[in-house]
């Protein structure tokens, strides 16, 4: 099997702070981590391939510094790892990012299994797995739970917000994972070491993924950022009920009713 992961660096905070006047985030002085999600993605990679055997590769497309993740997931155990940075990538949305992706994927030649997390903490779009199995012409399988495979068949557990869905399709597939799926391994500081003295990073420039320059970057992202402001928290009044579960409810169904809330 190979099976490739699409891993993105995101900072170590929810506090993603914003050019206010590119409206980009800023990534610079934050420190960075694998997105969670992704590290669940690589769990599922190489539990496949403990299972099956096989290869797994890591591709992520970022800024110099993202070979730290590649070198945390070459640690935990994959076998190849792709950095696709060139500053014709910069600006781009998440179209021109899983446009660039599926170009580099297609170059890394035949797989079974591309694996995204569900979402990225700092961006919030989960878009570019989804365009990402567009782009690449696959079926998908959103929110994924646990999978099993049997021959070339994989029977999926999709998460719902009230339970589950099992869902089927012949590979390759491209599957995108939440944190149900499984409990990322801790690397073992051998591992670690050998990862960042011996394991190989390959950088891959825009020559090198040859894609379509104007879908590309910001030549090639749709999106176009107005404008970016800070939320205001929002000060509400909090009113505390008291009483019996009967009285609460008869008040709180008289204050729905008064602002037509059922
Ligand atoms: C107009 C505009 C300009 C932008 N300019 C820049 C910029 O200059 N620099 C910049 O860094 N960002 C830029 N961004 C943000 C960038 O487009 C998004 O961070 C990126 O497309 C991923 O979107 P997301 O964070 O919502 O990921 P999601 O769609 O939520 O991520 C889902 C999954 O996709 C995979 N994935 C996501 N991103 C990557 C990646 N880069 N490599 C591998 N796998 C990935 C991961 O598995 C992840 O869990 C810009 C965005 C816009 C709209």
Not at 29 to 46: F, M, Q, R, T, W
Not at 97 to 109: R, V
Not at 173 to 178: P, S
Request: aromatic share 4%; charged share 25%; hydrophobic share 40%.
């Amino acid at each position: 099997m190979h099976n490739i992961v699409c891993i993105k660096q995101v900072p170590d905070t929810r506090e993603v702070r914003l050019d206010p006047k590119t409206g980009n985030l800023i990534r610079e002085g934050v420190p960075s981590i694998i997105n969670p999600e992704d590290k669940n993605a690589i769990e599922e990679a190489l539990r496949l391939k403990d299972e099956f055997g096989g290869t797994v590769t890591v591709i992520t497309m970022g800024p110099p510094q993202a070979e730290e993740a590649l070198r945390e997931a070459l640690a935990m155990g994959a076998d190849k790892a792709v950095l696709i940075g060139d500053r014709a990538f910069a600006g781009a949305d998440t179209g021109a990012t899983s446009y660039t992706l599926g170009c580099a994927i297609n170059k890394l030649g035949k797989y079974d299994l591309i694996l995204c997390g569900r979402e990225a903490i700092d961006g919030n779009t989960a878009q570019v797995g989804p365009q990402l199995g567009e782009i690449l012409g696959l079926p998908q399988i959103t929110y994924v739970r646990k999978v099993v495979i049997r021959k070339n068949i994989i029977e999926a557990e999709r998460a719902l917000e009230d339970g589950y869905e099992v869902v089927s399709t012949q590979l390759p597939v491209l599957l995108t994972v939440v944190k149900e799926c499984n409990e990322p391994r801790i690397a073992a500081v051998a591992d670690i070491i050998e990862a960042y003295r011996e394991k190989e990073v390959i950088a891959w420039s825009a020559k090198d993924v040859d894609g379509d320059k104007a879908r590309i970057g910001l030549n090639g992202s749709w999106t176009r950022i107005r404008k970016a402001a800070a939320v205001k928290p929002q000060k509400g009044k909090v009113q505390i009920l008291e009483g019996s579960v009967g009285d609460v409810t008869k008040t709180l169904v008289a204050e729905f009713n008064k602002r037509n809330l059922l």
